[in-house]
Each structure stands twice: as structure tokens, then as C-alpha cells.
């Protein structure tokens, strides 16, 4: 079975840094176009960032400058690098993984909260 996990969330006051993981099995994320999401409480899940197969990259507004995605193809995972962590940055964090037929694959989230 296709599976994504991801890790690396956790209690981080304003200001401060984490990194979430996103590790596959049975399955190549270098063949993917990878996306993560995440959804606060009482709030719609929302895309905050994707990078497509090819490298392309898409950042939302709320994240530009402060969120950054790579690719770490030799242990076939996917980083979120978060920093200047914000409030309004909590949330379950989710990886999607698309392929060329559009049939996604989601991981099981992982909490981020930011103190204030």
C-alpha cells in the first residue's frame, strides 16, 4: 500500500523554526508532484505550497519568504523548512503526493503549534 508519513511537527514559540519531513514507501516521490497542505482548526485545508516533478515551485502568499520545499531524492522524501513561525501558522500539516494522472496520495498530518 502507498503510504506518505510525516514527521518533524511539534510546539515552537513565535519566531521559531521546524522542519516536517514527508517519507514515501512503494512509491518515488522524484515521479511526483508533491504539495503540502495543512488546516488549522475550524478551517477549510488549504495548499500552502507544491513543487512540481520538474522542480517547479508555487508558494502561497501566507508562506512566501518564510516556508521553503525541497526534494531529497537518495532517501526519497520531501522537506517543509518553516521559519519566522507565526500563530496563525498552527495547524495539522499534511504532504500530498500527485501523479500525472492526477490520483493523489495523502499523509496523516503532523501538529504544528506556534506560541505566542
Known amino acids: 500500500q502507498v503510504q506518505l508519513v510525516e514527521s518533524g511537527g511539534g510546539l515552537v514559540q513565535y519566531g521559531g523554526s521546524l522542519r516536517l519531513s514527508c517519507a514515501a514507501s512503494?512509491?518515488?516521490?522524484?515521479?511526483?508532484?508533491i504539495a503540502w497542505f495543512r488546516q488549522a482548526p475550524g478551517k477549510e485545508r488549504e495548499g500552502i505550497l507544491c513543487?512540481?516533478?520538474?522542480?517547479?515551485?508555487t508558494y502561497a502568499d501566507s508562506v512566501k519568504g518564510r516556508f521553503t520545499i525541497s526534494r531529497d531524492n537518495v532517501n526519497n522524501a520531501v522537506y517543509l523548512q518553516m521559519n519566522s513561525l507565526k500563530p496563525e501558522d498552527t495547524a495539522v500539516y499534511y504532504c500530498n503526493a500527485r501523479d500525472l494522472w492526477a490520483r493523489d496520495v495523502w499523509g496523516q498530518g503532523t501538529q504544528v503549534t506556534v506560541s505566542s
Open positions: 512503494t512509491l518515488i516521490l522524484d515521479y511526483y508532484h
Open positions: 513543487m512540481t516533478n520538474n522542480g517547479s515551485t
